[in-house]
């Protein structure tokens, strides 16, 4: 069951929120944001409803605040604020909806399911060949068991199963795998490619993927589903 941390400095409307979205929906409610971010650390939260009138601090301002610790959950912005420039500066500062009140509490409803639905879709299951990688959970399993790789190696390798069938060179490899690209070489690509091999493919009879002598490397093309 999905959980929902709902931040309302008004005591009726936030048991109207959790007594109506507790039907469906695992529910904390907060009428303040002091213990918003031990909450995060703590459960694993699929959205956050959050007003923007509280007492100690802006709602959209602590949201901002926590995308730029790397907070990624939904947020829906549920409040009084309704001038068009609100609405903007609530999506310019993190927010994945944005709804006034007074609200219909069935289209809260529907805006909250739609909201994590779409979340659900980014973060899928992909499958390639004998593969299954579990974006979630950010491991790959081959045979149903689960591959030991290190960061960079996931990496990697995920950068492959997302382009299947597409010849990567070497550069287009250090750009959207190694962080500081700068300073790698392009031997280092082949070192990391030739590890990574021998731990997905330790017989090398899978050649899942196949070096393209002067341009790059390919990742030979499978059943995809998701």
């Given at each position: 069951?999905?959980?929902?941390?709902?931040?309302?400095?008004?005591?009726?409307?936030?048991?109207?929120?959790?007594?109506?979205?507790?039907?469906?929906?695992?529910?904390?409610?907060?009428?303040?944001?002091?213990?918003?971010?031990?909450?995060?650390?703590?459960?694993?939260?699929?959205?956050?409803?959050?007003?923007?009138?509280?007492?100690?601090?802006?709602?959209?301002?602590?949201?901002?605040?926590l995308r730029a610790k790397g907070y990624s959950q939904n947020v829906i912005y549920l409040t009084a604020k309704d001038a068009d420039e609100n609405i903007l500066e609530g999506f310019d500062r993190g927010g994945d909806d944005y709804i006034t009140k007074p609200f219909n509490i069935?289209?809260?409803?529907?805006?909250?399911?739609?909201?994590?639905?779409?979340?659900?879709?980014?973060?899928?299951?992909?499958?390639?060949?004998?593969?299954?990688?579990?974006?979630?959970?950010?491991?790959?399993?081959?045979?149903?068991?689960?591959?030991?790789?290190?960061?960079?190696?996931?990496?990697?390798?995920?950068?492959?199963?997302?382009?299947?069938?597409?010849?990567?060179?070497?550069?287009?490899?250090?750009?959207?795998?190694?962080?500081?690209?700068?300073?790698?070489?392009?031997?280092?690509?082949?070192?990391?490619?030739?590890?990574?091999?021998?731990?997905?493919?330790?017989?090398?009879?899978?050649?899942?993927?196949?070096?393209?002598?002067?341009?790059?490397?390919?990742?030979?093309?499978?059943?995809?589903?998701?």
């Amino acid at each position: 069951m999905n959980t929902i941390l709902i931040v309302e400095d008004e005591p009726d409307i936030l048991e109207l929120l959790e007594y109506t979205l507790a039907k469906e929906y695992e529910v904390i409610g907060c009428l303040d944001t002091s213990r918003v971010v031990d909450i995060l650390d703590q459960e694993s939260i699929d959205l956050i409803l959050m007003d923007r009138n509280l007492p100690n601090v802006e709602g959209s301002v602590f949201i901002q605040e926590l995308r730029a610790k790397g907070y990624s959950q939904n947020v829906i912005y549920l409040t009084a604020k309704d001038a068009d420039e609100n609405i903007l500066e609530g999506f310019d500062r993190g927010g994945d909806d944005y709804i006034t009140k007074p609200f219909n509490i069935d289209i809260l409803k529907a805006r909250i399911k739609s909201v994590i639905n779409r979340t659900k879709k980014q973060h899928e299951v992909i499958k390639v060949r004998d593969i299954i990688y579990n974006a979630n959970q950010k491991k790959f399993a081959i045979d149903g068991e689960e591959i030991a790789l290190t960061h960079l190696e996931h990496d990697l390798l995920l950068e492959f199963v997302k382009n299947i069938d597409i010849l990567l060179s070497r550069d287009t490899l250090l750009e959207n795998v190694w962080e500081d690209s700068m300073d790698v070489k392009s031997k280092t690509v082949n070192v990391a490619i030739k590890r990574l091999k021998e731990k997905i493919d330790p017989l090398g009879v899978k050649e899942y993927i196949k070096s393209i002598r002067g341009e790059g490397y390919i990742f030979n093309k499978g059943t995809i589903s998701c």
